[in-house]
């Protein structure tokens, strides 16, 4: 199988300076997507008189699911409300991930790819690295507080970046930290000089280049 997974943290990304988010966590309500209506099985069950067990008919043990062509060109993110907050929402960055990646089929590699853009929507790498160069220590308590992740999504981040580090640099880096600067700033204040030498070192590297 073959994955784009710089593609995938562009689609994430993206999708985080369109919905003009700034700052962590990201309230479950603040998750949308353009053309996607987003509701929980307890209001559409409401609104259409149908029974969550017909609902979810097929998705039982689900906290989401996607559907599609119930009228044309309506696409639906169905949600159970009644889920934990954390986990619901790495769920329907999921859900989200599978429209933004353009699955036509619900596979091994279409589950991979959702469960990277989820990660990626929820808690950016880019940010991360950017905290941690700040001097704070990227644990799992950490991640779970900073971006309001499960411990499971906070688990699976922490080996991630273990395995990968921060080396993977995506086209949209800098405008993620730009938008996100406020509250890294606000929230992670720089604690070592060893980042300012850095900053400094850098700053001393592009002058090189005049
Ligand atoms: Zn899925």
């Known amino acids: 199988m073959k994955y784009d997974w710089s593609k995938i943290t562009s689609s994430a990304?993206?999708?985080?300076?369109?919905l003009d988010l700034h700052e962590f966590p990201i309230p479950a309500n603040k998750i949308k997507c353009k053309n996607v209506m987003i509701c929980s099985y307890q209001k559409y069950s409401k609104k259409t008189g149908c029974s969550i067990e017909k609902i979810t008919l097929g998705h039982e043990l689900d906290d989401a699911f996607l559907l599609k062509g119930l009228r044309p060109g309506l696409t639906m993110i169905l949600y159970d409300k009644e889920k934990y907050g954390a986990r619901l929402k790495h769920t329907l960055w999921h859900e989200v991930g599978h429209i933004k990646c353009n699955h036509k089929n619900h596979g091994e590699q279409e589950e991979i790819e959702a469960h990277f853009f989820a990660a990626q929507a929820n808690a950016p790498n880019v940010l991360i690295k950017a905290i941690s160069q700040r001097g704070y220590a990227i644990t799992i308590p950490f991640l779970m507080e900073c971006f309001g992740l499960s411990e499971e999504a906070a688990k699976k981040k922490k080996e991630y970046l273990n395995k990968y580090?921060?080396?993977?640099?995506?086209?949209?880096?800098?405008?993620?930290?730009?938008?996100?600067?406020?509250?890294?700033?606000?929230?992670y204040p720089p604690k070592t000089t060893h980042f300012f030498d850095d900053y400094y070192d850098d700053m001393e590297r592009e002058r090189e280049k005049w």
């Open 165 to 187: 580090g921060f080396e993977h640099s995506n086209e949209y880096d800098d405008v993620v930290l730009m938008q996100f600067n406020d509250y890294i700033n606000r929230k």
């Open 13 to 18: 990304y993206l999708t985080l300076l369109e």
